[in-house]
């Protein structure tokens, strides 16, 4: 069964400082990998997206990710941290069974806070 | 304009009622998607449309129905209410259910049921 963990419920940084949000995913065939922002009352954001090509993703905000195949990773990074970036951070990977249904298979969530 | 809106935002209501959530997107997109978020803030597909077809209908009890009248419009109709129900509904959106595009989500419906 294709899944997606994000290890951390919480994960506290420093404004100013890098910050990595990690997921980890498990899919037969080729891994599409998603990752949404949600802010607090609000619906889903995309943020970026990994179909193929360059392991670096650059996406909005100024957030990229790395695909890292051996791993089966894609970890979400900042290298400045915001007091705005304070969100929930979701990871998601695209169902490759049958159909092609675009269904999304989301991680648990990862509650990003940032410090002044 | 917005994207992918939602009616109602809020719904409150009591158990065994039947209620309706509205979802339109105006981005010309193909498929449409229901989700649940519950009260840990996981969440889980449960239905989406493409081109008005069902494709997806996941294990939900049957007292969930959806309903897509056209491309733009995706209803969740749900009967006799009960306190489980109670979560946040997003509808969402992506330009064809076969292609790796992003989905744009609405701003949800948060349901309580009491």
């Known amino acids: 069964a294709q899944s997606v963990a994000q290890p951390e419920d919480q994960v506290n940084v420093a404004e100013g400082n890098p910050l990595t949000v990690k997921c980890t995913y498990s899919v037969s065939g080729n891994p599409y990998l998603f990752w949404y922002v949600q802010y607090p009352n609000r619906g889903l954001q995309f943020l970026l997206k990994?179909?193929?090509?360059?392991?670096l993703v650059k996406g909005s905000y100024g957030f990229e990710a790395e695909f890292n195949k051996s791993q089966t990773s894609f970890h979400l990074k900042k290298p400045s941290a915001l007091v705005s970036d304070s969100a929930l951070y979701f990871c998601?990977?695209?169902?490759?069974?049958?159909?092609?249904?675009?269904?999304?298979?989301f991680g648990q969530g990862t509650t990003l806070q940032v410090k002044p | 304009d917005t994207a992918v809106s939602q009616t109602p935002k809020y719904l409150v209501t009591q158990m065994g009622n039947d209620k309706s959530i509205k979802c339109e997107q105006n981005l010309g997109h193909d498929t449409m998607y229901w989700y649940k978020q519950d009260s840990k803030k996981f969440l889980k597909i449960m239905f989406s449309?493409?081109?008005?077809?069902?494709?997806i209908n996941e294990t939900v009890p049957n007292r969930f129905s959806p309903k897509s009248p056209d491309k733009a419009h995706l209803n969740l109709h749900i009967n006799s209410l009960e306190l489980g129900d109670s979560a946040v509904y997003f509808c969402?959106?992506?330009?064809?259910?076969?292609?790796?595009?992003?989905?744009?989500f609405g701003p949800g419906t948060r349901l309580t049921v009491l």
């Open positions: 990994y179909i193929t090509g360059d392991n």
């Open positions: 998601a990977v695209r169902d490759n069974g049958p159909g092609n249904t675009g269904k999304l298979i």
């Open positions: 969402a959106s992506s330009r064809s259910a076969g292609d790796y595009n992003e989905q744009f």
């Open positions: 449309y493409n081109n008005k077809e069902l494709i």
